[in-house]
């Protein structure tokens, strides 16, 4: 009884909160102009900027090419959708009010994602811990469920709050990869290949989770390494059938589903995506048909993005490097850095087969460290999914260190920017410095979190491992 | 900041280099932090030993290379400029408009292009957000009011061998309404330079030369007409208000013409303010320099050593920089600058090639300049019209000439501008030949005399070795808080196996986020009360001191409903069971904002960060429950009881501001409406110090007195 008051009372605090959040950003958004967000180079890249988009569209509407000038870089679908919202304008309201508006909602509806996600995580890992006989673990602390925080941590994450009111699509972006995951964990194949199909429309660089979601989709959501079942099983099977813990062992649905990878999604999956994928396309091919067609459009989209070609600061690493490389260097130093992000994914998938969705936030992490235009945005979708592994992730190493660095790296960036092109007095490598020291943070983020995890296996496997000793002796 | 913690993770695996290093400094922190902030503290009195001199780093500068070519036919031009406005002075015409009038004839019969533009004066505005936003976003024009108004006269001569691209400016305030002989003066000045470059073939870059209208203020004006300049309104607000004033007044058609006629020359290379200062020296000529701008910047230190070079060594003056008069007659000052004199002495005999002490007098004097040069760039208000020129990346400086004696003389008078205007001739020449902006030389400095200064890399040493004792404390505390928390401990050596009981519930190492909450809270509340001013000052006929009590009560009224608000209904999650040693992690957590506000600072105004590190971080490292240090009843406790009252009183920002201004002051006549008077100028002027004051100092104070109250 008790215990449902609580959740009931969590429930309620969790709503308020959400509410809040909502109420900041239409606040924020209705002071947009003094706040003049959307100028900041951490926020509104050249891929992200609405501004770029109303002109793209404003190109579009004069019948010509949205591509043409360098100025839009997006995808033609996002230009169809947010375009005319952009040129709309209510008197007396700060511009792209109703395009801030979609933002904020697109925030709301991840958010809701990422909370039913968890949810579905964290039913499907205390299957599997109760299978392990390690219910203890699973029991329900006094502090939210990882969902809940997960949720709360992306709407309250004040670099998701910039993105939402500093006028860039990232938050739409954001929506299509969480939409993607959501699917693959609740094994909903359309929407999987959906949300899959979107997010490498918009911004290619999720193309790479297309392993996790098999994984997610063959495997189920994350589960302790798969040799403790095996082990698990092999002690039942030698148990008399009288034992009570195998009773227990019975009581969960199929205990054979963890570790048995079943094709009939993945392939569901495939075929959905290959849809989809043709739907896209043909879109795409409709509306840009008259502009050179869909050659000129991955050209202008993809190309951008792959080979850097607008060196305008940002909070990566990329444009300072390509600023000072030599020009017959350029394409070899392309291929290094891209394969930088290609090179990580086959050991990082063998390593954590058992845990795609965390496979999949280690991913994101490392694509929006290494991607070619960064943005707060992106950091704000690893943040969020961080918060899911709440209970994993419970021993993590420089957590506070983290925090600090995270807090210095965001409030020294402008600074440094301002003393860059405002005053005069600092020069470019003041501010790459903060996007070092930034990459930096990302970097012992991904090696923490997965080496927090590693050892939450280990621990896993160590009580696995006494718990079968007690059942033999 | 969390390397320890791999302390009890595994205790017999050989550790990283680095994680060693780690655990080495937070085992040591007490004495390491107290190490460092001592060194801090002394190599900031060893500053003026370290000053370096200064030299011109630009090599296409060449100051003084040619020969000045000023002569007494301009300079008896320029006596009789003066002596009409005088007499226009003298005569008190009705319209002021007629010393504009009067200057822009002398201009046109140059052969300069003469425009005149009108500004109407704005209130000071407080913009929370300007320091991060480029100058535009802060042109909001209220509250024009059409009768008053200042009208700048504008000269300028196109370079016969420049392309129009680049400008120098040449300043002079003066007020319109009553013209000083100093202001007439500085005007002769400028004019009989401005008179000799119509002539010269040198010239490459165009001469701008600005007559502000200081009616309402020296710096207000130069904005003024720098902002359009810059930023030119060509719609909305601007001209409507301007359309609006026109309609009152007769002349509208030459009105407008003044208007259109806004003429531009190119970007601005340098700009150099002239003053001629009423009052007069008692020995020789000299030269005041003055180059602070808003928030401590400075323009470009080669700048200031071609006027120094110029006025030493061409014209003879004798050059001087802001002192704080009352360090010089310090004794204690004066003991140290002679222990380091014989030191210097000792370490010379010892060998030859060691040289750093200098006489005592001169590290006085020194430490007098550096103290207000500190002061100054730390208050963040600009010292002059300069401060204008340096929003849009101008290098500007104001150059306040003092004769010998009042200037009635007729010679003397003719031998003083001659002097000053072949200075200025002599300094444009220079910066004429500059090929690019100024960029060679420094721009983070701090002068301990005219010709000597101290340099970013070595005064950043003072305060890295100052401030760097917080993260070793803030880990160490973070580290200990962790290990000693008992269940843990009783945990891992008892039963390892039940370790996994508390698995799923403790979060361990995410128990600094309630700390981290409270930390949020207190500097949310700062920002609350940086605003409260702002309705403050709406509050008709209040004294600075009724002023000031509403404000602290104010404030306390927030923070009692900030606490109310975020710290009973919401914080279940978190709050569930007080940590045992909570303050020790609420202390870590402060110590860590601290750290990251003064570092942000640092690179913001280096000087606030600078006094501000020396009151909070003493403040910061003592901090200790008064409860446990008077329970344990020892001579050391009840010290660092002291220590901490001390600090604490000395820390909070209005005693500390009293405190100082009673020990450069005097005691008397002080009261609390001196710290509202002065929070309100460098509110008024939208200096980051008062950001800093109220985000990082004052948050930071609050939760020092906080872990010191702590009822553990």
Known sequence: MEAKEQSKKKELWYWNWLIGSVALRVILIYFSNNLNLASRPEISTPLTSLRRLAEGYWLKQSSMSPYAGSMYHGSPLLLSLLGPLTAKRIEGQPDHILCSLVFVIADVASAMFIRATGRNLQIAYGQSLKFLDLVKLSEKSDILPSGDIAALVYLWNPFTIVACVGLSTSPVENLAIILSLYGACRRIAPLAAFGWVMATHLSLYPVILIIPMILLLGYGPDTPPRKLFLQRKYVEVGDTPSNDRCQQGEAVDQPELPYVFSWRPVIHFLFWTSLWLVYVLVLCGVSVKQYGGLWELFKRTYGFMLTVQDLSPNMGVLWYFFAEVFDFFRNFFLIVFHGNILFMILPLAIRLKHRPFFLAFVYIVISSMLKSYPSVGDSALYLGLLGLFVNELADMKFSFFLFCGYIGVSLLSPVMHNLWIWRGTGNANFYFATAMAYACLQIILVVESVSAMLNHDRKLRKLSATKVLDGKT | ?712
């Not at chain 2, 000083?180 to 009989?192: D, H, P, T, V």
């Open chain 2, 1 to 712: 900041m969390g390397e320890s913690e791999s302390e009890n993770e595994a205790p017999k695996v050989k550790l990283r280099p680095i994680v060693r290093l780690g655990m080495f400094l937070i085992s040591h922190s007490h004495l390491l932090s107290v190490v460092c902030c001592t060194a801090g503290v002394l190599t900031l009195l060893l500053l003026p030993l370290l000053a370096k001199n200064t030299y011109i780093s630009e090599n296409a500068l060449m100051p003084g290379s040619a020969n000045p070519m000023l002569s007494s036919q301009e300079v008896s031009e320029a006596n009789g400029l003066v002596k009409d406005l005088t007499s226009l002075d003298l005569k008190r015409m009705a319209s002021g408009i007629e010393s504009q009038r009067l200057i822009a004839q002398y201009m046109s019969n140059l052969g300069a292009e003469v425009s005149f533009q009108k500004f109407y004066p704005q209130s000071n505005q407080f913009h929370p957000l300007h320091f991060f936003s480029s100058p535009d976003s802060a042109t909001i024009r209220e509250n024009i009011s059409c009768s008053s108004y200042g009208l700048n006269t504008v000269g300028i001569i196109r370079a016969p061998r420049g392309d129009g691209k680049e400008a120098i400016v040449l300043v002079t305030p003066y007020n319109s309404e009553k013209i000083g002989l100093g202001e007439a003066l500085s005007l002769g000045i400028a004019y009989s330079v401005f008179s000799l470059l119509t002539r010269v073939t040198w010239l490459a870059k165009d001469i701008i030369w600005v007559v502000a209208d200081s009616k309402y203020g020296e710096y207000a004006a130069v904005d003024a007409w720098l902002r359009d300049y810059y930023i030119p309104v060509f719609s909305g607000l601007g001209i409507q208000n301007a359309e609006m004033c026109h309609g009152l007044e007769e002349n509208t058609i030459r009105e407008r013409n003044m208007r259109d006629g806004f003429k531009r020359a190119g970007t601005m290379a340098a700009a150099l303010v002239i003053k001629v200062a009423d009052r007069s020296e008692q020995f020789e000529d000299s030269l005041s320099i003055y180059a602070e701008a808003s928030n401590g910047q400075m323009p470009n230190l080669d700048l200031i050593n071609i006027v120094n070079y110029l006025a030493v060594h061409r014209q003879g003056l004798r050059i001087k920089v802001e002192k704080m008069w009352s360090l010089l007659n310090c004794k204690w000052l004066k003991i140290l600058g002679e222990i380091l004199e014989s030191l210097g002495h000792l370490a010379k005999n010892l060998n030859p090639q060691w040289k750093f002490g200098i006489p005592a007098a001169d590290y006085v004097e020194g430490t007098a300049t550096l103290t207000s040069s500190l002061y100054y760039q730390a208050l963040g208000i600009p010292t002059g019209p300069h401060g204008a020129f340096r929003d849009y990346q101008v290098d500007a400086v104001t150059l306040e000439i003092s004769s010998r004696v009042s200037s009635n003389n007729k010679g003397r008078q003719n031998d003083f501008l001659l002097r000053g205007g072949r200075l200025i001739e002599g300094v444009i020449r220079s910066v004429n030949n500059l090929l690019e902006k100024f960029h060679q030389s420094f721009f983070l400095y701090l002068l301990t005399s005219p010709s000597k200064f101290l340099s970013v890399g070595v005064y950043m040493i003072t305060f890295a070795l100052l401030v760097s004792s917080l993260p070793m404390v803030a880990a160490s505390l973070y580290a200990h808080a962790n290990n000693l928390d008992p269940s843990f401990e009783k945990n891992e050596s008892n039963h390892p196996a039940s370790a996994a009981d508390e698995l799923g519930i403790t979060l361990r190492s995410w128990k600094w986020l309630y700390a981290a909450k409270k930390v949020l809270v207190v500097h949310l509340w700062g920002a609350v009360v940086l605003l409260l001013p702002y309705f403050i000052c709406q509050i008709p006929n209040c004294t600075p001191t009724t002023s000031f009590v509403v404000w602290v009560l104010l404030s306390i009224f927030s923070l009692l409903i900030l606490f109310w608000i975020l710290g009973s209904p919401f914080s279940y999650v978190y709050a569930s069971q007080p940590q045992q040693r909570e303050w020790a992690l609420l202390k870590s957590v402060t110590i860590s904002a601290a750290f990251i506000g003064l570092c942000l600072m640092s690179v913001i105004n280096f000087a606030t960060a600078e006094i501000g590190a020396l009151l909070m971080v003493p403040m910061c490292l003592m901090a200790h429950p008064l409860k446990l240090d008077v329970k344990s009843r020892k001579l050391r406790n009840f010290s660092r009881v002291a220590c901490n009252l001390a600090l604490g009183f000395i820390g909070f920002p209005p005693t500390a501001f009293l405190v100082f201004k009673g020990v450069f002051e005097g005691f008397d006549g002080i009261s609390v409406g001196d710290f509202w008077n002065w929070l309100e100028s460098i509110w008024a002027w939208s200096s980051a110090t008062y950001l800093y004051i109220g985000m990082i100092h004052l948050p930071c104070w609050i939760l020092c007195i906080h872990v010191i109250l702590h009822p553990c």
